[in-house]
């Protein structure tokens, strides 16, 4: 049970170790400084800054399935991991260089960073269903959840209060902004830090790699795994339909991250003081909800955690679009977050019931390919929608369409069915 414990614990640490990229690069910071400083303009930051992560998106969706199979096939989860977690913590240190101007070596650096910290999620997803029964999944899911935002928060704060509060920073001047810039180094630092335990404690995958076979015969026989599995979509019927549905309500969360300080700034001209007040309550709220819906997974089940969760983040996407006051839109926030990590969390837990004991990489890979396959159209939209009505609200209505065809795909998910499935599967083993 120590044993358990600790490796439970050393995995939800990567959680904590890995939000800080989210909430310094992605949502609150950097997003937000290449729109006003390193761009022309707010508005050719905002669709430039889009194509970078549609770009992205792409990459991920292109990689996640391959790489996840293949990660199975050579039994070195923990060598992916490490690569991607390498190359994010370097290309994210790499973002303090940039400055006014040097547009596409700001938005290349952020592409590689972004992208090999998706694939990261991938093999670190697949952990999850060698540490947690599947009564248990929920709750363990949701500790990873909160704890990571909590490190997203810690990261925050950390940034905020030695690096963008004072008028003299820590070690960094306000010149050129480098004390901005700088958050980037925080995030490398923070990340290479708290992802250290879970490399000396998380198990190993349980399935050994193919005995002589060489890693260019493995990657081959990848392939012909995956493509067994596609023969075999039938039988994965429910695997398909939450990653179906996952397409679209994934869309509108990516956008929100990829735009809600933008949003912030631009429209109700939040400074970069604001914006991290506004991230810490954001963080505060999602790790609560994380949690507390993490025991409401395991009660009632994960589809209707998610229908729950994709409800909410309707209605409090709602709220922000119609937002007369700076007031109103903090409300927004809270609500995003109270919701936001239910979301995430249980869409994972529900896929780590669902997923069959050597699949795990594979189905996680498709996990991270729902996430971005058509990641491009959030972003996207939210781009063209601004710059067609001239207004970043335009933006944010078109973020209600994919938490609507989200929740409705999700009604079509038999949970009982996928689980009937994966115990058969595991039985079998």
């Known amino acids: 049970m120590a044993a358990s414990r600790r490796a439970v614990a050393s995995w939800a640490l990567y959680d904590f170790a890995n939000s800080a990229f989210n909430t310094l690069v992605i949502t609150f910071v950097y997003s937000t400084y290449f729109t006003q400083e390193i761009a022309a303009s707010e508005e050719a930051g905002t669709a430039l800054w889009g194509n970078a992560v549609t770009v992205s998106a792409i990459l991920i969706a292109l990689l996640s399935p391959v790489l996840g199979t293949l990660a ?56 999850l269903p060698d540490l947690a029964s599947e009564d248990r999944m929920g709750r363990i899911s949701g500790y990873g959840w909160a704890l990571g935002y909590a490190g997203g928060l810690g990261a925050l704060a950390l940034g905020y209060a030695t690096l963008i509060a004072p008028d003299d920073p820590l070690l960094f001047s306000t010149d050129g902004g480098a004390n901005v810039r700088a958050t980037c180094l925080l995030v490398a630092a923070w990340f290479a830090l708290f992802s250290v335990p879970l490399f000396l404690f998380a198990p190993e995958a349980s399935r050994a790699p193919q005995a002589g076979a060489s890693f260019g015969a493995v990657f081959r026989n990848s392939f012909g795994e995956l493509a067994q599995t596609f023969r075999a979509v039938r039988r994965y019927r429910q695997v398909v339909r939450l990653l179906a549905a996952r397409l679209f309500y994934n869309d509108g969360l990516l956008t929100i991250f990829s735009f809600g300080a933008i949003y912030a700034s631009g429209t109700f001209d939040f400074s970069f003081n604001e914006i991290f007040l506004f991230g810490i309550a954001l963080n505060v709220a999602a790790g609560l909800g994380a949690f507390v819906f993490g025991f409401v997974d395991d009660h009632l089940g994960g589809k209707r955690t998610l229908l729950i969760s994709v409800a909410g983040l309707g209605g409090a996407t709602l709220t922000a679009l119609v937002a007369p006051s700076k007031a109103w839109l903090w409300v927004a926030g809270a609500l995003i977050g109270l919701f936001v990590g239910p979301n995430q969390s249980a869409s994972r837990s529900l896929l780590g019931r669902f997923t069959p004991p050597d699949k795990k990489g594979e189905f996680f890979g498709f996990f991270a390919f729902s996430g971005k396959a058509t990641a491009f159209a959030g972003p996207a939209l939210f781009g063209w929608m601004t710059a067609l009505f001239g207004t970043q609200r335009a933006g944010v209505a078109s973020v209600l369409a994919f938490f609507a065809v989200g929740a409705a795909l999700l009604l079509w998910v038999d949970e009982a069915e996928g689980l009937r499935t994966a115990r058969q599967e595991r039985a079998e083993a």
């Open 72 to 127: 199975d096939r050579s039994g070195r989860r923990k060598a992916f991991l490490g690569a991607a977690t390498t190359i994010t913590v370097l290309a994210t240190a790499a973002l303090f260089f940039p400055q006014t101007g040097q547009i596409w070596t700001a938005l290349a650096l952020f592409v590689l960073a972004n992208t090999a910290f998706e694939l990261a999620f991938v093999f670190y997803n697949a952990f």
